[in-house]
T-cell receptor, first 114, second 115 residues
Framework: SQKIEQNSEALNIQEGKTATLTCNYTNYSPAYLQWYRQDPGRGPVFLLLIRENEKEKRKERLKVTFDTTLKQSLFHITASQPADSATYLCALGDSGAGSYQLTFGKGTKLSVIP | GAVVSQHPSRVICKSGTSVKIECRSLDFQATTMFWYRQFPKKSLMLMATSNEGSKATYEQGVEKDKFLINHASLTLSTLTVTSAHPEDSSFYIC???????????FGDGTRLSIL
């Protein structure tokens, strides 16, 4: 069965450092991958989308890589700030039937310590 | 742009009550909307895909008679939890897609508590 794993439930990092979150998947051939941020009691907020034929995407302090051979995506936040503290979700979009449906990982709760 | 509004944000009601949740795309038309359920420290679980003008597609294990979905216009989808029971208590979130294989934009969720 399809499986998505985000490396850890929680990640603590010092302010100013680069946070790296991992998303691994098995039994899946996604057409694209998305990263979302979710704050407590709120809906997810879209951050970045990367397609299967793209290796890397950047947006301000955020960078996403997508390795379809390793079946892995890395999400980086450079110069992290306490305001970056949140749960980050990766989501895979299948290229099969219902291609616009997303499957989410459980998320990694990032805490940036001042 | 791409704002999705969900209402109400919180509902507390007695067992046996039916509860309606609205999801609106405020600044774009959404042919397709999605309904998710999220338990604490768990991932979002897709319940159903709502298509404007047609019947919703439910995921395996989701009772369509229990969770009624209506997508009557390009900007509004509703989820009605019928005869709700305590086990239906959860965080329900809707989303809308601006186009196929485009990011989904989420509402802020509805915290449903059934006493």
């Amino acid at each position: 069965s399809q499986k998505i794993e985000q490396n850890s439930e929680a990640l603590n990092i010092q302010e100013g450092k680069t946070a790296t979150l991992t998303c691994n998947y098995t039994n899946y051939s996604p057409a694209y991958l998305q990263w979302y941020r979710q704050d407590p009691g709120r809906g997810p907020v879209f951050l970045l989308l990367i397609r299967e034929n793209e290796k890397e995407k950047r947006k301000e302090r955020l960078k996403v890589t997508f390795d379809t051979t390793l079946k892995q995506s890395l999400f980086h936040i450079t110069a992290s700030q306490p305001a970056d503290s949140a749960t980050y979700l990766c989501a895979l979009g299948d290229s099969g039937a219902g291609s616009y449906q997303l499957t989410f990982g459980k998320g990694t709760k990032l805490s940036v310590i001042p | 742009g791409a704002v999705v509004s969900q209402h109400p944000s919180r509902v507390i009601c007695k067992s046996g009550t039916s509860v309606k949740i609205e999801c609106r795309s405020l600044d774009f038309q959404a042919t397709t909307m999605f309904w998710y359920r999220q338990f604490p420290k768990k991932s979002l679980m897709l319940m159903a895909t709502s298509n404007e003008g047609s019947k919703a597609t439910y995921e395996q294990g989701v009772e369509k008679d229990k969770f009624l979905i209506n997508h009557a216009s390009l900007t509004l989808s509703t989820l009605t939890v019928t005869s709700a029971h305590p086990e239906d208590s959860s965080f329900y979130i809707c989303s809308a897609e601006t186009g196929t294989n485009q990011p989904q934009h989420f509402g802020d969720g509805t915290r449903l508590s059934i006493l």
